[in-house]
């Protein structure tokens, strides 16, 4: 089967492009809206979603749309006017759910609207939004349940000639997330939008949505992702290349390699990598960075790291390729480190 792609606001997704980092802002008014959207594009976000929850919420949207430094995606639930408008104030992309939206009608004029401005259109649907007729079939939000109601919405779309689409079915259940994208890349051309629902907060949420995309992604399933956090959006967009850089996808920024301290650990590594990873923040560079406890093994544990230290007992080392370059004091080894990496000329 031949994938297609989309162009959001010339990001392209699908068909063998790049997996694409996006997030939701969790802010609301304006200004507040566009400041957020420059921390998670500072963070790496490549495309934004924002909650059009209200009419008068419409309002602002040009002006996020003009301001944004990436292109803004427009959610929109249960009103179809809403929908409409996000399209005419020049949202890059429509996020609906077919369900909830309005009548057959009001979906066709949505279809014909974002085809005149030659915008996507993403339509998912969610385990806990069923639509009653598939529930009243299937009993329970199951992967056929959920694949059903997503086979409906797209022959509604591609019925009114409209296939310039993103799907997603998300689940807060990680198996049957897997079980969900795996039927969907068998089942349809159009590309993919990853993530869990109601994942959690920072910690579970991070486990359970990468339990879920981690295998999908490494069988080339998934187009677009986001982790979806109770926590700021910025973690969220951290968390998504943590996990590309993690599965060899993509790479953006520095990895940290820190060791997990034990018996033997004489200073205090978990600030120091603290200290690290925030000095290191400016820099987009795919470097390899480690932080290890243990003068002795140290530099041979993380030999593949570009640079590193090692602390000891009031002091420690400097390394490079696990060659050691030389000693310092303690207090001085994260400013150290920080000058030998800015003053290489490569980054």
Same mark, same amino acid.
């Given at each position: 089967?031949?994938?297609?792609?989309?162009?959001?606001?010339?990001?392209?997704?699908?068909?063998?492009?790049?997996?694409?980092?996006?997030?939701?802002?969790?802010?609301?008014? &304006?200004? !507040?809206?566009?400041?957020?959207?420059?921390?998670?594009?500072?963070?790496?976000? %490549?495309?934004?979603?924002?909650?059009?929850?209200?009419?008068?919420?419409?309002?602002?949207?040009?002006?996020?749309?003009?301001?944004?430094?990436?292109?803004?995606?427009?959610?929109?639930?249960?009103?179809?006017?809403?929908?409409?408008?996000?399209?005419?104030?020049?949202?890059? #992309?429509?996020?609906?759910?077919?369900?909830?939206?309005?009548?057959?009608?009001?979906? #066709?004029?949505?279809?014909?609207?974002?085809?005149?401005?030659?915008?996507?259109?993403?339509?998912?649907?969610?385990a806990g939004s069923l639509p009653p007729y598939i529930l009243k079939r299937f009993s329970h939000p199951t992967t056929e349940a959920i694949i059903?109601?997503?086979?409906?919405?797209?022959?509604?779309?591609?019925?009114?000639?409209?296939?310039?689409?993103? /799907?997603?079915?998300? &689940?807060?259940?990680?198996?049957? &997330? /897997?079980?969900?994208?795996?039927?969907?890349? !068998?089942?349809?051309?159009?590309?993919?939008?990853?993530?869990? &629902?109601?994942?959690?907060?920072?910690?579970?949420?991070?486990?359970?949505?990468?339990?879920?995309?981690?295998?999908?992604?490494? =069988?080339?399933?998934?187009?677009t992702i986001r982790i979806s956090l109770a926590a700021p959006a910025v973690q969220e967009v951290e968390a998504c290349w943590e996990l590309l *850089?993690?599965?060899?996808?993509?790479?953006?920024?520095?990895?940290?390699i820190v060791c997990p301290t034990c018996g033997r650990t004489e200073i205090d590594v978990v600030e120091l990598a603290k200290k690290v990873k925030?000095?290191?923040?400016?820099?987009? !560079?795919?470097?390899?960075?480690?932080?290890?406890?243990?003068?002795?093994?140290?530099?041979? =544990?993380?030999? %593949?790291?570009?640079?590193? /230290?090692?602390?000891?007992?009031?002091?420690?080392?400097?390394?490079?390729?696990? %060659?050691?370059?030389?000693?310092? !004091? %303690?207090?001085?080894?994260?400013? *150290?480190?920080?000058?030998?990496?800015?003053?290489?000329?490569?980054?």
């Amino acid at each position: 089967m031949k994938k297609l792609s989309v162009d959001v606001g010339g990001v392209k997704i699908g068909a063998g492009a790049p997996v694409v980092v996006q997030t939701m802002t969790k802010s609301k008014g &304006t200004s !507040q809206i566009i400041a957020e959207i420059n921390r998670i594009h500072e963070a790496g976000a %490549e495309l934004v979603r924002v909650a059009i929850p209200e009419e008068p919420d419409l309002e602002g949207l040009a002006e996020i749309v003009r301001k944004s430094p990436i292109p803004v995606i427009a959610d929109v639930h249960f009103n179809s006017r809403i929908a409409l408008g996000a399209i005419q104030r020049g949202a890059a #992309k429509l996020r609906i759910n077919p369900g909830n939206i309005g009548s057959v009608d009001d979906l #066709k004029e949505i279809a014909r609207s974002a085809k005149s401005m030659g915008i996507p259109i993403r339509i998912g649907v969610n385990a806990g939004s069923l639509p009653p007729y598939i529930l009243k079939r299937f009993s329970h939000p199951t992967t056929e349940a959920i694949i059903a109601a997503l086979s409906d919405y797209v022959k509604m779309f591609e019925d009114f000639g409209f296939t310039d689409l993103v /799907i997603s079915a998300k &689940t807060s259940d990680s198996r049957r &997330t /897997i079980d969900v994208y795996r039927a969907l890349y !068998q089942e349809f051309p159009y590309p993919l939008h990853l993530g869990v &629902t109601e994942a959690g907060l920072q910690f579970e949420g991070v486990i359970r949505s990468t339990a879920a995309m981690a295998p999908l992604l490494l =069988e080339g399933i998934g187009d677009t992702i986001r982790i979806s956090l109770a926590a700021p959006a910025v973690q969220e967009v951290e968390a998504c290349w943590e996990l590309l *850089s993690s599965l060899g996808l993509r790479t953006r920024g520095p990895k940290l390699i820190v060791c997990p301290t034990c018996g033997r650990t004489e200073i205090d590594v978990v600030e120091l990598a603290k200290k690290v990873k925030n000095l290191l923040k400016d820099i987009k !560079q795919p470097i390899t960075v480690a932080v290890m406890g243990c003068v002795v093994n140290g530099p041979g =544990e993380a030999r %593949e790291a570009d640079y590193g /230290i090692a602390g000891g007992k009031g002091k420690g080392v400097l390394f490079c390729k696990g %060659e050691v370059i030389r000693t310092v !004091q %303690e207090e001085e080894l994260v400013d *150290s480190l920080i000058d030998l990496i800015r003053n290489d000329s490569q980054i």
